[in-house]
């Protein structure tokens, strides 16, 4: 039996395709998500209104060339929003490295203030975002936006295997920093 | 949490460690983001005008197709037979066609919409009410109710008006249906910006009473050879004092008749009670009073002799050869000494009795009364010609021009005429002369050659419509036409700073920078505000968002006006600038003489303050959106200087609070703090605790604008009193 939403996505995407006009429906669902995951990768809400300008736009250009692989459309506007936030950082500052903007330190007044608190769920986020890029965006796109691997695969341009190391790596090194932080008993 | 299980993980996460921490992860969803709804709806309004722009773009294919010139022609003649065709079935077809729905408004992409009217919004099909209302949503957030006729849609805030300068956003949402259930293809957006508020209502300037019927150029009396014209209109208007070359004291009513002889000899001034009740005037070496009702005389026979006579209040004031002198308990007073060296003569008494001019040799002096102290008016050979209503400033001839001068002897206004002169009620001077009568206001404005003729020795009757004057050797009256009255300090200041912010969004700096005196060209400077706004987002508009007068001496005012940064159609950020000007002193024009710059605040987060009006007992404060009555008592205070809370009776009305009881010490700094438990009726609070400094107001009136002289009860022209 086929997903009455994914038929209903099909739809507009078909219907977007055809005219551009069309597109505002496909805006409308998938903005929130997207935004989200931009404000969650640049945390600034300025830079997270550019990015999702961006990433709308470039879909918006780019709806005639999209071909339905049979992933989810949000997988593809999550791997225009990967490049862009990515080149968004290579442009503002070619040698730093996107994991240093927005680095909450393990060492950070932020973490110690969290620890304070002994909020579980705030300190693992937090140190979600001190994760390498890749681990966190697998991260995020798993956790947070509920996505398939297959569909984190094709929004960062890799293999499903891959996508599974990273989170892998990721919720191991997330181990690992929660226990330096844990109080000693 | 430990019962985790994703099959897509469970060959990466098999420590029950991780599945705990990824348990976590997938339960603790960070906090969705904050999100700027207009930016939302911004960015789609972008997106829909680029697909149109693409889908336009599309048919370039049949243009390339038809390019070979063979076929040019005949694509040209199938187009224009297609087109044709078109226009035929479409004339006959709703906009829109049978398929498309289309939502339009009058109001869309407007400024300056008046803030009485509801917002009309048009479909091209009929449409199902229910949904469609539901469908609508007003931003900021707005109380509305709904209307139909036929295919429009009529919103109309509950509150009445719309809020001013304010930005709208009505959005019809998808859901909408028309009536056969169609659903609308995409969200409809409706953008306009409204008006400033109606100013609040100036003080109508003293109403100007035409004499009925008016009066045309009349000769009332013979001044028997008078080489002057020595006269004083009666405090109703109606009749006119006048001394003739013989020194009789006579009376003549405006619209003529007979004259009555009051005083048959020897009178060498007069001068009226500021009640309009007693006349006083000098005869021989006596002053007698006579009261209007009673038709008394009383007699003082002051020494040394009087001069001149004139009033300060109920008590008569007169001049002698050593001093002014007044009536005292015991006799009499001397307020004043003139001086003892040279030819001094005294000219005149002011209108308040507080001053008087004399001439000393050849120079001429206002002298103070109560200081005693005396300034020179102009260079030798000044002419003192007239007083203000009010006594506060006066006029005097030197060369070929006329000055306005205040009593400290400092010129106010330089006129570029010369003549006999009077100053009316209305703030209008008379300058009479051989050939010509000529208006003017004090200012030197609306200057107006009124009659050519001989009109000498021009006097103002007291309701500012007729004067009186002297042609050959009799006494004429007649009519002068108005002048526009004087703007208000307030919207002279308010037409340099409109000047000055629309230069800025013009981007000309020059224009701009002559508003500025060399204080505010330094706040304007290198590290200071930004005279030419650039960058994005634009500075798209401007508003006053408050006003006032704070000095007089130099007339001084102050705006903090609100500029609006918008992102295409969408206004996104505002800051504001304070801007405090000065009246030049040799211009007389506003200059900016000092501004401050705000804070960024993003808009679109909850309600705005778009006006404030500070008034004696109250400030009105107007938001853009209708408010949560209940947040409001305690969400928007006054704090005094000392930053503590005055005590306020608050009360809102259509997205108006008026804090009132207030007791607003003129000059004194207050604070106007909106707290961000303030909500609208959508529920946002305000995004942003909000500030606004402002100052108690001045109880003076400023500038050129004067109390009008106040026209006692008319009282009835005496029975001529034989002497």
């Known amino acids: 039996m086929s997903d009455p939403s994914r038929d209903d996505e099909r739809e507009l995407v078909e219907r977007a395709k055809g005219d551009p006009r069309q597109f505002g429906a496909l805006y409308d669902r998938h903005f929130q998500q997207i935004y989200r995951f931009v404000y969650s990768r640049v945390r600034e809400q300025t830079a997270a209104e550019d990015v999702t300008s961006e990433v709308f736009m470039k879909a918006l250009k780019a709806m005639p060339r999209y071909q339905d692989t049979g992933r989810p459309f949000a997988a593809w506007l999550y791997q225009i929003a990967v490049n862009a936030i990515a080149d968004r950082y290579r442009t503002l500052k070619p040698t730093q490295a996107i994991d240093d903007f927005h680095d909450l330190s393990v060492a950070g007044p932020a973490l110690e203030d969290l620890a304070a608190h002994r909020d579980e769920l705030r300190r693992i986020w937090a140190l979600v975002e001190a994760l390498p890029h890749q681990q966190r965006t697998a991260l995020v796109l798993k956790f947070q936006e509920d996505m398939k691997i297959e569909d984190i695969a094709v929004a960062m341009g890799k293999s499903a295997g891959a996508i599974k190391l990273l989170i892998h790596r990721g919720v191991t090194r997330l181990r690992d920093e929660a226990a330096t932080l844990r109080p000693v008993e | 949490m430990n019962s985790y299980h994703d099959p897509e993980l469970d060959d990466v996460l098999q420590d029950d460690e991780l599945r705990h921490l990824a348990a976590v992860l997938r339960s603790g969803r960070t906090p969705e983001p904050p999100l700027d709804e207009a930016f939302r709806t911004g960015l789609r309004r972008q997106l829909m005008q680029e697909a149109w722009a693409i889908g336009e773009g599309r048919d370039s294919w049949w243009r390339r197709l038809f390019a070979p010139p063979g076929l040019a022609w005949a694509g040209a003649i199938a187009g224009l037979l297609l087109i044709a065709a078109v226009v035929v079935w479409q004339a006959g077809q709703p906009e829109g066609g049978l398929t498309q729905l289309v939502v339009s408004s009058n109001l869309d992409g407007k400024n300056s919409v008046a803030l009485a009217q509801p917002i009309f919004v048009s479909f091209n099909q009929p449409m199902n009410h229910e949904t469609t209302q539901a469908a609508t949503q007003v931003t900021p957030a707005t109380n509305v109710t709904f209307s139909w006729s036929q295919n429009t849609m009529a919103v109309q805030p509950t509150g009445g008006n719309l809020a001013p300068n304010t930005q709208y956003q009505v959005t019809i949402g998808p859901s909408a249906t028309t009536a056969a259930g169609q659903r609308l293809s995409t969200p409809q957006t409706i953008t306009f910006v409204t008006q400033p508020p109606a100013p609040p209502p100036t003080p109508a300037p003293t ?490 107001p001045s109880e003076k009136k400023h500038g050129n604008h004067r109390d009008s002289v106040t026209s006692p009860s008319p009282t009835p022209s005496p029975a001529a009193q034989p002497s």
Do not use: C
């Open chain 2, 207 to 696: 109403p100007r009473i035409t004499p009925t019927p008016a009066l045309p150029e009349k000769a009332l009396a013979s001044l028997v050879g008078s080489a002057s014209l020595k006269a004083q209109w009666s405090a109703d208007s109606s009749s006119i004092y006048y001394i003739d070359g013989k020194g009789a004291l006579s009376l003549v009513q405006a619209k003529g008749g007979d004259v009555q002889v009051i005083a048959q000899d020897g009178v060498t001034s007069l001068a009226i009670a500021p009640a309009g009740d007693r006349l006083a005037y000098v005869r021989g070496d006596k002053i007698e009073v006579l009261t209007f009702a009673s038709g008394k005389t009383d007699e003082l026979a002051p020494t040394p002799a009087a001069v001149l006579v004139g009033w300060a209040k109920d008590k008569v004031v007169w001049t002698a050869a050593d001093g002014i002198y007044t009536q005292a308990d015991n006799g009499l007073a001397r307020l004043a000494a003139l001086p003892a060296t040279g030819v001094v003569a005294a000219v005149a008494i002011a209108p308040d009795g507080a001053h008087a001019v004399y001439t000393q040799d050849q120079n001429l002096f206002v002298l103070d009364l109560a200081t005693t102290k005396s300034a020179q008016l102009g260079p030798a050979g000044a002419t003192f010609r007239a007083w203000s209503p009010d006594g506060t400033q006066l006029l005097y001839s030197a060369g070929d021009n006329l000055v306005v001068a205040d009593m400290a002897g400092a010129t106010q206004a330089t006129l570029p005429t010369s003549g006999e002169a009077s100053w009316s009620s209305q703030d209008a001077i008379l300058i009479g002369s051989d050939t010509l009568l000529y208006e003017v206001h004090p200012d030197g404005s609306n200057g107006t050659r009124v009659y050519n003729g001989t009109y000498h020795f021009p006097q103002w009757a007291p309701n500012g419509a007729a004067f009186a004057f002297m042609r050959g050797t009799f006494l004429w009256v007649t009519v002068a036409p108005a002048l526009p009255p004087i703007p208000p300090a307030i919207d002279q200041a308010a037409t340099v700073v409109n000047a000055f912010m629309d230069a800025r969004q013009k981007g000309d700096a020059n224009l701009a920078g002559t508003m500025l005196d060399a204080s505010g060209k330094q706040a304007y400077g290198q590290g200071g505000l930004d005279l030419v706004v650039t960058g994005d987002p634009k500075f798209s508009r401007y508003y006053v968002l408050t006003q006032e007068m704070v000095g007089t001496q130099p007339d001084t005012a102050r705006f903090v006006v609100r500029l609006v940064l918008s992102r295409g159609k969408l206004d996104v950020m505002s800051y504001e600038e304070t801007l405090t000007l000065v009246r030049d002193p040799t211009s007389h024009n506003f200059l900016i003489d000092q501004a401050t710059g705000g804070p960024h605040r993003d808009l679109g987060k909850g309600a705005e303050v778009v006006n404030v009006v500070v008034g004696q007992d109250n400030v009105k404060v107007t938001f853009d959106s209708d408010l949560d009555p209940g947040t409001i008592a305690d969400g928007v205070v006054i704090l005094d200087s000392k930053g503590k809370q005055v005590s306020v009776t608050t009360t809102y009305s259509n997205k108006t609070v008026t804090l009132s009881g207030l007791d607003l010490k003129e000059s004194s700094s207050y604070r106007l703090v909106v707290l961000s438990t303030v909500r609208d009726v959508a529920g946002n609070n305000v995004a942003a605790e909000y500030d606004l400094d402002f100052f108690g």
